[in-house]
């Protein structure tokens, strides 16, 4: 929300990493001696209602459903672990953004041979004539329901948000200009667990309404990789398990300065600016197959290496120690947004319709975080 205004835009940008370092990937031609083939057992559990779309009838929107039960897509889990790591890592932006030129320093990976480590990880299609596929090395299942009745609860909801003209909203923090090198995150609203806001601009033709999942489900998923290196896997851990205690400070100005403590925390699905779909993943097993030499000399499998309770958070903690010290602009700036605090209050919302036709509020900035 605008300075001056006790409520809160829905909405940061994240800046991306100043550059993007490409190299010759992994295949599977070129196994190394300690790439890293296995998987991640994990769960995920609502932290607020969570809306997964699938078709629409009439101004209904529903939830993905298998046998009748919610389910997770596997890609809507992968959209959201690759989209994490193109920004913390550093990769190419895949999915462009219509609304601003991304610069060249920005712009998707290209050529099969030179990748970013997403493209490395996740895979990418070159975009020419006769153009050549890396399948990614990563593969996710479907979340399936493994906690919670699964019913699904109606919440009305106005699916709009402001448009790119609105300059003051779509600036990259730093450079003060629009120039596609950020990210669009929404903030956690702990202060709305068991239902979703009401919009109240809305006028009632725009409303809608969707069939959100409570808070208290619990999906279960696993994440396959297969020759990673170990930049590659501390990279894949860090995006799935994000980080256990984060301190966020926020200079509002004097008192009101915000100090948030808590875990970084997922957000998936839609209606995030009302306050949907907040999530904790968390990894309950992590399996490393014997190196590919020994897997493919012998019959007999020796070798396999699995990690749970607190062995496996010994694990994610050393191999993940890069991103969680890292205070860059981007990570301090990503921590702004994930951070989850059951204590945090403040109320978001998008200025109304008036607010935006008022055209001396277009230069009016937002609140610094
Ligand atoms: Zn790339």
Redesign the pocket.
Known sequence: MPEGSELWNPYRFVPTRDT?R?EAPLTRERFVVNAATGELDCLLTTLTPLFIGKETVGKNKQFITRANKPVIPGTSLKGLFRSMA?LVGG????VKNKTWEVDDSQE??TDCRS??????MFG?MERQAHARVLKGKISISDGVLVHGDGRLHQAAVYLGSPKPSHTAFYKTPGSGVVDGRQRKFYFHQPGQVDALRHPTAAKEADLWTIDVLPKGHTFRFSVQFENLTDAELSLLLYVVALEERAEVHVPIGGQDDLRLTGPLRHKLGYAKSLGAGSCHVRIETMTLLPTPRSRYSSLACHGEQRWEGGELLKQIAARTTSYVGDSSPTMQALRVMLVWDEKDRRRFSYPDFHWFKHGVNSAVPLKRV
């Open positions: 993007i490409r193109e990769g190419c932006m895949l998707a990976c990748l970013c480590i997403t493209c490395r990418m």
